[in-house]
C-alpha cells in the first residue's frame, strides 16, 4: 500500500510539472508579442467583408496579445489564390496570421487551379468567426430581375477570380438550375465585383448577405436566392437554394457545398507554427470572438459573430476536404 501511495505522488509530482511548464510556456508565447506588429492579411481587396472584419478584430488581437500591434494586410490576385500562398509561405514565427474562407481555399485546390501552392489542410485554425448566408444578387439595371429569369439566359456575372468560392458556388448553381454562367473577374475583391453589378456593367454576383447588406438596404442590388438549407432571419422573403432545386445530385452537390460554407470566416497560421504558438492565439481568439464589446461592436457594423473554437474549426476542416471530393467534376471543368 505504502508503494501504491508513493507511486500516486510521484504521478501527481510528474503531472504538476507538466502542467506549470505547458502555462509557463504559453506565458512566455504571450510575452513574446510584447513590442511586436502581428500582420492580419486576408487574400481580398480593401473595403470588402474580410477586409471589414479583420478591422473589427485588429484592436480587439492587441488587447487580447498586450503590448502587441496588429495591421491589416489586404492581399488581391487570383480570386484569393496570390493571397493564400503568401500567407502558406509566411514565416511560422506567429507574426503573420490569415482570414480567409475554407470554401474558396479547397475549390481551388482541388480542382488543381493553376497557382495554387498551398494546402489547406497544412494551415494551422485558430477559430471561426461567422458562417454567413451567401445569396445571389441581381442588378435593379438588369433585364433578369428574378431566379426564373436568369434560367435558360446567358447571365454575366462579377467575381474578384475564378480562384474564389463565389466563383466556384455559382458555378455549381448555374449547372443545377440551368443557367449560362458568362464570368466577368478580374475586379479588386468582392467589394468592387458587387459595385460593378450595381452600376449595372454584369448581371448578378454570388457573395456573403454581410457584403452587400449596404447594397442590398440601398436598393442598388437585389437578393433572389440564398445558398442555405433554410430562409435566414435577415432575409426572410428571399428562398433559399432547396426550394428551387429538385434534382438529386444537384442537392447533394450544393449541400456539400453549404458544409463548406460553415467555414466561411476563419483565422489561422501558417504550417510549422508552433503547438504553444497555437494554444496562444486559440486563447486570445476565443476570448476576443466572445468579447461583448466586440460583439457590440460588430453589430454596430452590421457584422455577425458565430464563434467556433479552434479545435473544432481543424475538425470540421478535415471533415469538409473528404465532402469537397463529391463536387470535384465540376471544379475540374473551372480549370
Known amino acids: 500500500m505504502k508503494k501504491i501511495n508513493t ?41 470588402g ?7 473589427l478584430i485588429a484592436p480587439f488581437l492587441e488587447k487580447y496579445l498586450p503590448g502587441a500591434s496588429v495591421i491589416v494586410e489586404p492581399i488581391t490576385g487570383g480570386g484569393g489564390i496570390v ?26 485546390e482541388v480542382a488543381e487551379m493553376e497557382g495554387v501552392l498551398y494546402k489547406t489542410n497544412d494551415f494551422v485554425y485558430f477559430g471561426r468567426v461567422v458562417n454567413e448566408p451567401h445569396i445571389v444578387a441581381v442588378s435593379p439595371k438588369s433585364p433578369f430581375k428574378k431566379l426564373e429569369d436568369l434560367k435558360g439566359n446567358s447571365i454575366k456575372f462579377a467575381f474578384s477570380g475564378v480562384g474564389s468560392d463565389d466563383y466556384y458556388a455559382t458555378k455549381i448553381l448555374c449547372e443545377a438550375l440551368g443557367i449560362n454562367l458568362i464570368p466577368v473577374t478580374g475586379y479588386d475583391g468582392s467589394a468592387e465585383a458587387s459595385i460593378a453589378v450595381a452600376k449595372g456593367e454584369c448581371d448578378a454576383t454570388t457573395t456573403t448577405y454581410g ?8 436598393k442598388d442590388m437585389i437578393p433572389i436566392l440564398q445558398i442555405s438549407e433554410e430562409r435566414h432571419t435577415t432575409l426572410p ?7 428551387v432545386l429538385e434534382d438529386k445530385d444537384a442537392r447533394r452537390f ?19 507554427i508552433s503547438d504553444v504558438k497555437t494554444a496562444v492565439y486559440r486563447d486570445a481568439f ?15 457594423s452590421k457584422r455577425d459573430i ?30
Not at 19 to 42: C, H, M, N, V
Not at 254 to 272: K, S, Y
Not at 286 to 300: C, G, M, R
Open 7 to 47: 507511486i500516486l505522488v510521484i504521478s501527481l509530482i510528474i503531472l504538476s510539472m507538466l502542467y506549470f511548464t505547458s502555462f509557463s510556456q504559453s506565458q512566455d508565447e504571450a510575452e513574446f508579442y510584447k513590442g511586436k506588429t502581428i500582420t492580419l492579411a486576408t487574400p481580398h481587396g480593401a473595403g
Open 211 to 218: 457584403s452587400v447588406f449596404s447594397l442590398i438596404e440601398s
Open 306 to 335: 458565430v464563434y467556433l473554437d479552434g479545435e473544432n474549426t481543424d475538425k470540421k476542416v478535415k471533415e469538409a476536404w473528404a465532402e469537397v471530393n463529391l463536387i470535384k467534376r465540376i471544379l475540374m471543368e473551372t480549370k
Open 49 to 55: 467583408g474580410f477586409d471589414t472584419y479583420c478591422r
Open 254 to 272: 450544393v449541400t456539400t457545398m453549404i458544409n463548406l460554407f460553415e467555414l466561411d470566416r476563419v483565422v489561422f497560421g501558417p504550417p510549422g
Open 237 to 243: 422573403n428571399i428562398p433559399s437554394v432547396f426550394e
Open 286 to 300: 476565443s476570448k476576443l470572438l466572445q468579447d461583448k464589446e466586440f460583439i457590440e461592436t460588430a453589430a454596430k
Open 83 to 108: 493571397g493564400r500562398n503568401k500567407l502558406y509561405k509566411a514565416n511560422p514565427d506567429g507574426l503573420t496570421i490569415g482570414l480567409e474562407a475554407v470554401a474558396g481555399m479547397m475549390f481551388a
